[in-house]
């Protein structure tokens, strides 16, 4: 007789529904993972030349062994309209005796009549069925999660696990720094504690939203951790945790929000297993969740503990997570969107206060309050002020507005101080040359890969010469869109104009360098006949001091993007004579070039190689008088800029 028999011979009912309790919440556990069985058994009938979904891990982690049940739906096949199950009659009995066990606490303990009711009449429609075939309208009947259409098996579990959630809040014995606690060892409370302490660290973020409950139980050998992150069924957090090691399930509707918060427990030490789609018509609107697993193999028990207190702090940045996505995307591109909750939530500052306190509209009147000589009404935040200046405003704007609202500011003070962060951004950065600098990071990008190219006799090896012109050909496409961009800022703000005239100039180095780039894989193929000796060596002059001119060009973009009238002597000479290297390359590149027409007409005699080399070699030359050009145009430019004249 174990200790559950012993209370009941007592006739003290009531002390045995935190054990029934804790025995239903592993039924629901293994529940899942049958429903989920039937599921894949049926996608294999359909789709029998697509591999089964393998459910060996959710299997052993709910402490079902059976091989027959890892291999249940491989053996499913369809005849017709049936759906034949070898062992689905086996199958069918552990369904029926978890149910009941999921329905005792309400069956003989509160004598909720509903549920009772509706457990008798699915216990008794499993004994019914004679064989291991089910038509679609029985497959349905058990696994379908959606309401509205009548009663289901699994609508049953679902509405038995919400119940007995509840109840276990209810019914628990004790409170460990919130958490409703009952059957803990004695070693399990200073791990609920830690647990606890990251949680309520981080609980105010979240501000007036309901979730964050947590319950703790002993089952045998492993401490159990729930929390209530929300409402869904679909959105599960449990926490299982034997001698020194963690095992956590997370499902989540939403593939975002799962790699979100795979990536935050990552940084922590979580081994995650890969995750895994599945699909119930109940859930999501019929498309797919994501479940997985973390694991957190600890060395010692502080370690331990530092894990559970870890993973309680980062789970109230799950709450509301998609909502703020969404809102974000309307400034930036989904995947910055993503990285700025996931700073916000490494700086514990997370997105609630932000939505609470207006959200886009606090960006939107931001942006509005200053005017028309920065913004137009359709602009995006990342067109205007660049992807990596966008991101940062946004994630400083969501920090300051989480610290803002725990200080009590109230959400008029919250949206004037997201304003005035805006204009501090704008001050420091000059979001113009930034683009120009962009695309001058593209030019060197090119003219160092020629640079090299030459170095390691590229000339001589087509498939090395291909590859880098065709990474080229991205290298200029993405600084022709810069230029596509700053023309479209050009046409509604005016302070743009003049840069867009300096980019179009600047487009003519990136072009002649692609150009460049083509010509050598063509001499590769080749066109490369007496290519050797003093030939490369010319040619390797000239295209190093290419790149000396880029780098330059580089450096003086750096320097006219912090000039104004309080700039410095000192700063005006460095950014002079950066432009004098350019011009003074441009004059050197003239000279290698007629070196190199020389050079060609003494040791290249193959027509090809000759035309093509002298091609080649004038399209790095026509790259600095492009340089040269746009270097003028950068100097009357920063000179305007600091109230200056030439």
Request: glycine share 6%; hydrophobic share 45%.
């Amino acid at each position: 007789m174990d200790k559950v028999d012993v209370v009941a011979s007592l006739g003290q009912e009531q002390l045995l529904r935190p054990a029934w309790i804790t025995a239903a919440l592993a039924a629901n556990d293994r529940l899942k993972v049958y429903l989920t069985l039937l599921q894949a058994a049926q996608a294999h009938a359909d789709q029998p030349t697509t591999a089964p979904l393998d459910l060996a891990r959710e299997l052993s982690s709910t402490g079902i062994n059976s091989a027959w049940l890892k291999d249940l739906p491989a053996t499913a096949y369809r005849t017709g309209r049936l759906v034949n199950i070898p062992e689905f009659l086996r199958l069918a009995a552990l369904l029926r005796d978890d149910l009941l066990t999921m329905a005792r606490p309400f069956t003989e303990g509160t004598g909720e009549v509903e549920l009772t009711l509706r457990a008798s009449h699915w216990c008794a429609w499993l004994e019914a069925l004679g064989d291991a075939t089910l038509d679609d309208e029985q497959l349905q009947a058990l696994t379908s999660g959606k309401r509205g259409k009548g009663d289901s098996f699994h609508i049953l579990v679902m509405d038995l696990h919400k119940s007995l959630n509840r109840m276990a809040a209810e019914l628990s014995d004790d409170i460990v720094d919130g958490a409703h606690v009952w059957q803990l060892a004695d070693k399990d409370r200073p791990r609920v504690a830690a647990f606890m302490r990251g949680l309520n660290r981080t609980r105010p973020l979240k501000l007036d939203h309901p979730g964050l409950d947590t319950a703790a139980t002993r089952d045998g050998k492993r401490l159990l951790l729930q929390n209530d992150i929300g409402t869904n069924d679909a959105h599960v957090l449990v926490i299982q945790v034997q001698d020194l090691v963690i095992t956590l399930t997370y499902s989540d509707l939403h593939r975002q929000r799962f790699g979100f918060f795979q990536t935050l427990l990552g940084e922590i030490g979580a081994q995650w297993s890969t995750p895994e789609a599945r699909t119930s018509s109940g859930l999501n609107a019929g498309k797919a969740f994501f479940v997985g697993t973390a694991t957190f193999e600890c060395a010692d028990e502080e370690s331990l503990q530092h894990a559970l207190e870890s993973i309680g702090s980062r789970i109230v940045f799950l709450i509301d997570w998609n909502r703020a996505r969404k809102r974000l995307v309307h400034f930036v591109s989904k995947g910055s969107a993503v990285s700025i909750l996931s700073e916000t939530a490494r700086r514990e500052a997370g997105h609630m206060a932000w939505l609470v306190a207006g959200g886009e509209g606090l960006i939107y009147g931001a942006m509005q309050a200053l005017g028309s000589d920065y913004f137009h009404i359709g602009d995006r935040l990342d067109q205007v002020l660049g992807a990596v200046p966008a991101q940062e405003f946004l994630v400083e704007a969501l920090t300051l507005a989480s610290q803002s609202t725990q200080q009590g500011h109230s959400t008029a003070l919250i949206a004037d101080e997201t304003r005035l962060l805006l204009v501090r951004h704008l001050q420091r950065r000059r979001d113009e040359f930034d683009l120009l600098s962009e695309h001058a990071a593209y030019c060197h990008a090119l003219a160092e890969g020629l640079r090299d190219a030459l170095a390691h006799g590229y000339h001589l090896k087509p498939k090395a010469a291909n590859k880098l012109a065709e990474r080229a050909k991205t290298w200029e496409h993405h600084a022709d869109l810069m230029v596509m961009r700053s023309r479209s800022r050009a046409e509604v703000q005016p302070r743009w104009r003049p840069f867009t005239g300096l980019i179009e100039r600047a487009d003519d180095v990136a072009d002649y360098l692609e150009e460049a780039t083509f010509l050598l894989s063509l001499i590769a193929e080749g066109g490369h006949e007496g290519w050797k000796g003093k030939v490369q060596q010319a040619m390797q002059r000239l295209a190093d001091e290419v790149l000396n001119a880029t780098q330059d060009h580089v450096k003086a973009l750096a320097i006219a993007g912090t000039l104004n009238d309080r700039s410095t002597a000192e700063d005006h000479e460095e950014f002079v004579a950066a432009l004098w290297r350019v011009l003074s390359a441009e004059r050197r590149c003239d000279i290698l070039l007629r070196e190199v027409r020389r050079t060609l007409m003494l040791h290249v005699s193959d027509a090809v190689t000759l035309n093509l080399g002298t091609e080649f070699a004038l399209a790095l030359e026509r790259s600095t008088d492009a340089l040269l050009s746009t270097g003028f145009g950068l100097r009357k430019l920063a000179f305007s800029r600091m109230g200056g004249s030439l």
